[in-house]
């Protein structure tokens, strides 16, 4: 028999699909509109912001390493460009290693991810939860166990280039991290797998790792080959702040994304994993235009934060750039970075082809609105 969390969940599930399919008759949204605040328009803070200089190398590169193990996908290259928005000044091989993990992380997304996971069959699932819990616990040591699959391969392969270029500290710290992200994503994390609904803030707090963007954040220190020094930070008082804009960064990223891909996993594939399906479980009596409101308004909250915070730091670094150059010469390269990563979270997803649709109640990801150049 059913649980009633099953229950509830089927119900408004359905409930948000018939509201699609009337809404969509007369309605379309501009993303950006439901972003933006005050003075700030996101398409003015993106004007200088610029994809990696090599990328048709790189994406060349990768799916030569990809294909190498057996883990390249057809749209591969419409989501591992997301790194490339990311780090537009690292190095070559430093923009490599990342293209690659992010490719791994892709495979694992869309052939046992939160999305996919549910429509395998039992045999695939068990074969997908084993290489899950292998690959979870994979810590700063790289041990490849004797019956790896090809992904695992790969993964170890890419991590050893990334811990043979940057400091141990950090390093295990960044696997910890990309670790955990592989182990809670790459399951069913609909709310009848997880046996109860999970408030908003809660499935925030879960969105956040399942994204991946807290070792995406990491990565700004390797691809700019400048480490933070926390010591420093901490005793000047403005570590605290910093973590607060890191954290902003990543729920901008993650939560925008909900919005972006509302059609392909709530519409298309029948999940309840996505910031959108959260609130209507929580708020049973609201309209999906009511939920997207309020979704957009929860993604609005976090630029806000972002932008009013990062001005105060950058105030910061300044007074203190003469008694502390080499501290906060790596601050403002990660708060650059930052930046970047705010960006790319609106650009790329307008850019890339993989929530294009011949219809959508996002004018962003209508196939008439124009690619980004």
């Not at 408004?12 to 699909?17: A, C, E, G, P, S």
């Not at 869309?110 to 996919?116: P, V």
């Not at 399906?277 to 235009?289: D, E, F, K, Q, R």
Request: proline share 3%; charged share 20%; net charge negative.
């Amino acid at each position: 028999m059913p649980s009633q969390v099953t229950f509830v969940t089927a119900n408004t599930l359905k409930k948000v699909q018939e509201d699609y399919a009337l809404l969509s008759k007369t309605t379309s949204f501009s993303l950006q509109d439901l972003f933006n605040y005050g003075q700030f328009r996101l398409e003015d803070y993106c004007k200088t912001f610029y994809p990696h200089p090599q990328s048709r190398e790189l994406t060349a590169m990768v799916q030569q390493f990809s294909e190498q193990y057996g883990i390249w996908l057809d749209n591969a290259k419409y989501y591992i460009s997301c790194a490339l928005f990311l780090y537009p000044t690292a190095s070559f091989d430093r923009m490599l290693a990342m293209v690659q993990n992010c490719a791994i992380d892709y495979y694992l997304n869309d052939t046992m991810g939160r999305e996919i996971f549910s429509l395998l069959s039992p045999a695939e699932q068990h074969r997908a939860h084993t290489i899950i819990e292998r690959m979870g616990r994979v810590n700063e040591q790289l041990q490849l166990e004797p019956q790896a699959a090809p992904v695992e391969q790969a993964n170890i392969e890419m991590l050893t280039f990334i811990k043979n270029d940057s400091p141990r500290r950090w390093f295990r710290e960044f696997v910890e991290m990309y670790s955990y992200h592989i182990a809670v994503t790459h399951k069913d994390n609909n709310a009848a797998a997880l046996n109860y609904i999970p408030t908003v803030e809660e499935y925030i707090e879960m969105r956040n790792h399942t994204s991946g963007m807290p070792h995406i954040v990491l990565l700004i220190e390797y691809s700019e080959n400048a480490y933070l020094d926390w010591h420093t930070l901490e005793r000047l008082g403005m570590a605290a702040r910093l973590r607060k804009i890191q954290r902003a960064s990543a729920l901008i990223g993650c939560l925008m994304n909900d919005l972006f891909s509302f059609e392909k996993e709530v519409i298309k594939n029948n999940t309840d994993a996505n910031l959108l399906m959260s609130i209507a479980l929580n708020h049973p009596s609201y309209s999906l235009t009511d939920v997207i409101h309020h979704g957009a308004a929860i993604v609005q909250a976090e630029l806000k934060t972002f932008m009013s915070n990062i001005d105060e730091l950058k105030f910061q670094c300044q007074l203190y750039e003469a008694t502390e150059p080499a501290a906060m010469d790596a601050l403002r390269k990660n708060m650059e970075g930052l930046e970047r990563v705010v960006q790319a979270s609106w650009a790329w997803q307008v850019y890339t082809r993989r929530y294009k649709k011949s219809f959508s109640i996002w004018e962003e990801t209508q196939l008439a609105v124009p690619a980004m150049a």
